[in-house]
């Protein structure tokens, strides 16, 4: 089992930078691949970043990549997602979820998931 849990949102004016944070528990964190996920009310719940546990791969959705960057610290069984130059469209509720491999994290597919921080970023 891994808990998972995030901090790190709030409110933010557009342009701004946030930088969400995971921290995991549980038996084992490294093996698994970790990700961010975002859901913005009435909508899907999308996928926004993922690293592999060696934290030699990681992959991003389209409309984040050059503005958030994903990391992890495997010794404190961290994950963080910096988000920078912040638009409006970015809020949402932030989740961070992991899995055995983040091809499946990139389908959506995790084994853990955290219960979310919300990030709103004004006008």
């Known amino acids: 089992q891994v808990q998972l849990v995030e901090s790190g949102g709030g409110l933010v004016q557009a342009g701004g930078s946030l930088r969400l944070s995971c921290a995991a528990s549980?038996?084992?964190?490294?093996?698994?691949?970790m990700g961010w996920f975002r859901q913005a009310p009435g909508k899907d719940r999308e996928f926004v970043a993922a690293?592999?546990?060696?934290?030699?791969?990681?992959d991003y959705a389209e409309f984040v990549k050059g503005r958030f960057t994903i990391s992890r610290d495997n010794a404190k069984k961290m994950v963080y997602l910096q988000m920078n130059s912040l638009k409006p469209e970015d809020t949402a509720v932030y989740y961070c979820?992991?899995?055995?491999?983040?091809?499946?994290?990139?389908?959506?597919?995790?084994?853990?998931w955290g219960q979310g921080t919300q990030v709103t970023v004004s006008s």
């Open positions: 979820a992991a899995s055995a491999f983040i091809s499946r994290l990139k389908e959506g597919q995790a084994n853990y």
């Open positions: 549980g038996r084992t964190f490294s093996p698994y691949a």
């Open positions: 690293i592999s546990w060696s934290a030699g791969v990681s």
